[in-house]
């Protein structure tokens, strides 16, 4: 802020210091640089028939000859030659220009008001041709990109309400509830069938049905097919839609400066007149903002045109997850605001939802939809990722579950499962649970560039950048181009730079002793699963454990509590087998990802609990990564000014357009 006003005074500083200097334009025209009231000008220009009918004011005096920017020279020059009928500014019907002059505007209109009238009246039998807009050219594109946009909604319909696929959306359990009632099953049952994942199933009774999954196939696919080929056809489409209306709104504004003689071709250009080309802006910027905001609702475009199948099909899930209810305020002011724009935001949601034919969404709820791609393994586990937690897909259900174990609820639960795993249950659980590693993706400046500059506030920004490019306004959208630029980037970089940080966190190798088939095998740390039996050692612990076995075992805690003093833990007490296992309750027995153990004793066994983003440190990861900040007095309140200011701006728009009575063509951009 404060640096504006250094520059503001700065620039006013550089002109004061000037000296006043004659001002001339491109034909020589004058400006008085006093600032004396009145000013002296340069007469508008004096068109006639034929040359000897010019004023006796209006005349070269003897030895000179008129120039074709209207004054007089005794040699004009090769830049400016002496007057060619031709090239003149007048009307066809009028070639002649008479002798430019400097004087008081309104001497000038006194004295030559007459010829003035006299080209006007001139001007006006000769009128350019102007476009009305509605020639076959036109038409054809109007046609072109109403076809495309009505295409996309007639899909949604098409997808959504006239033909959807019975079952394709089902309950989803959330991975809180889901671990409450989900016990260890049978491995002898699990390894039944090597592409079955047999899992237990909440009850209706627990399910939390708010929470849904649908299932989506489209894009590409593993061998480059598409799976959906009608449409993927109307997404490029609609792609190539949206980039052609931006292309034509950079042409047109090429037009503008370069008229009326083409580099390229030679030729005139379309458009011949300045109103007919700002009526061709206008009509293209309406119909690309509201084109474009209107696709910026979804999740993403491609979401559009993915076909609703059966889970069992998907190659892709559109996760819907309730926002949060918002806690009731004791200010009564900001709970009557909040209230209003929760009327007007919750109308504006279910126009969306009706033009875009959401009907999976559930009714009377308003949330969020996230479209996660499905993963196939080798051994034919079909599962998703969604919030770094693994969904995988349950056949005997014909849904996603969530790929977590829970090894028993009391101590005597842990104690009996002391013996270790087989090869078989490892497999069966791995396939459930998979690897030991948080999901997070490597990130890419580049990717978080394109997700900062794709929010709707850049895009906001960028059709006012367009709104000031004709009508010789390019210096303000350079200047606020430049600006937003800066800003996004600097955003993205510390965006960046946080999600390589997170990246870092979760990285993680090693190798650890377990117990396979009874013997101590030494295995890669991503290879572990809930009920293997590893032998403590100094170093990190990789996964949630809780120790079976042990004399002494040191582990520095400040990883994750911030804690500086090491914390001795010990085994489980035989004593407590009946009581339920909490970590709170019983963390002198729990050892947490994350940590790191700092002395052990021979002899020290542990039993893994929980692996990757079910650990201690995944949930920290987690909430890290879906950190929603709580909602303040200002956050209400500013959204009520942006309203506001959005009211404000209409209605200065429209008294623009009611009292600037001139074409609405220049209308509008004065309005913008």
């Not at 006093?34 to 070269?60: D, M, Q, R, W, Y």
């Not at 100094?538 to 002494?552: C, N």
């Amino acid at each position: 802020m404060y640096h504006h006003f250094f520059f503001i005074i700065y620039f006013y500083f550089i002109i004061l210091l000037q000296q006043p200097q004659p001002v001339f334009g491109d034909y020589g025209d004058f400006v008085d640089p006093t600032f004396e009231c009145p000013a002296k000008t340069t007469c508008p220009i004096v068109c006639v028939a034929t040359g000897t009918t010019c004023p006796s004011s209006l005349s070269c005096p003897n030895n000179t000859n008129l120039c074709n920017d209207g004054t007089c020279e005794n040699d004009c020059t090769a830049a400016n030659a002496a007057f060619d009928p031709t090239s003149s500014p007048c009307p066809s019907c009028m070639p002649i220009i008479c002798p430019k002059v400097i004087n008081y505007f309104d001497t000038c209109k006194r004295d030559y008001h007459v010829y003035y009238n006299l080209t006007s009246q001139c001007k006006r039998e000769e009128k350019l041709v102007e476009y009305t807009l509605v020639e076959p050219p036109f038409i054809l594109a109007y046609v072109l990109f109403t076809l495309i946009s009505s295409a996309m909604f007639l899909w949604c319909a098409y997808n959504q309400r006239w033909c959807p696929i019975p079952e394709s959306t089902q309950p989803l359990c959330p991975t809180s509830e889901y671990a409450s009632h989900h016990h260890l099953p049978h491995e002898t049952s699990m390894s039944d069938s090597p592409t079955t994942t047999t899992t237990s199933t909440v009850t209706n009774s627990t399910t939390n049905h708010s929470w849904t999954q649908t299932g989506y196939k489209g894009g590409l696919t593993f061998y480059g097919i598409f799976t959906n080929p009608i449409g993927m056809f109307l997404y490029y489409c609609m792609m190539l839609n949206l980039l052609s209306l931006n292309f034509i709104l950079a042409i047109l504004t090429y037009w503008y400066y370069k008229r009326p003689i083409s580099p390229i071709t030679g030729k005139k250009e379309i458009f011949q007149d300045d109103v007919n080309l700002l009526q061709a802006f206008e009509i293209t910027w309406i119909v690309a903002f509201g084109l474009t905001f209107l696709v910026k609702w979804p999740p993403s475009i491609l979401s559009l045109y993915l076909r609703r199948c059966l889970l069992e099909q998907a190659t892709h899930v559109a996760i819907y997850t309730p926002r949060e209810e918002e806690k009731h305020v004791d200010d009564m002011e900001v709970q009557m605001v909040s209230n209003f724009l929760n009327k007007l935001s919750s109308l504006f949601y279910h126009m969306m939802r009706w033009i875009f034919s959401d009907v999976h969404t559930p009714q009377g709820s308003r949330g969020e939809v996230i479209y996660c791609p499905v993963y196939t393994e080798s051994n034919g586990s079909r599962y998703i990722i969604f919030r770094l937690r693994r969904y995988v897909y349950d056949y005997k259900t014909n849904k996603f579950e969530p790929g977590s174990i829970d090894i028993g609820t009391t101590l005597g639960d842990f104690s009996d499962a002391k013996q270790g795993l087989e090869t078989s249950q490892v497999f069966v659980r791995r396939r459930l649970v998979g690897p030991n590693t948080i999901d997070i993706k490597k990130p890419f400046f580049l990717r978080t560039m394109i997700q900062e500059f794709s929010k709707p506030f850049y895009t906001y920004q960028l059709y006012m950048v367009w709104a000031w490019f004709p009508f010789n306004y390019y210096f303000m959208a350079i200047i606020q181009s430049t600006i937003i630029i800066t800003g996004g980037l600097s955003v993205s970089f510390f965006l960046y730079r946080n999600e390589r940080n997170l990246y870092r966190l979760s990285r993680v190798s090693g190798h650890v002793h377990v117990l396979r088939d009874e013997s101590l095998v030494l295995i890669s740390q991503d290879e572990l699963v809930p009920g293997d039996v590893v032998e403590i050692q100094p170093g990190m612990i990789f996964a949630d454990m809780i120790i079976l076995s042990t004399e002494v075992v040191i582990v520095d805690e400040s990883a994750l509590t911030g804690e500086s003093t090491p914390m001795t833990k010990t085994a489980m007490d035989s004593s407590e087998s009946q009581r339920i296992f909490h970590p709170q309750t019983h963390k002198k027995y729990f050892l947490s990802a994350g940590t790191t153990c700092t002395e052990a004793s021979s002899q020290s066994f542990a039993l893994v609990l929980k692996t990757g983003s079910y650990t201690a440190k995944g949930e920290l990861l987690r909430d890290v990564i879906s950190f929603r900040r709580h909602k303040f007095k200002f956050d209400t309140q500013v959204n009520l000014v942006v309203l506001i200011l959005a009211c404000y701006g209409i209605f200065g728009f429209l008294m623009t357009i009611h009292y600037y009575k001139d074409h609405f063509a220049y209308e509008f951009f004065y309005g913008m």
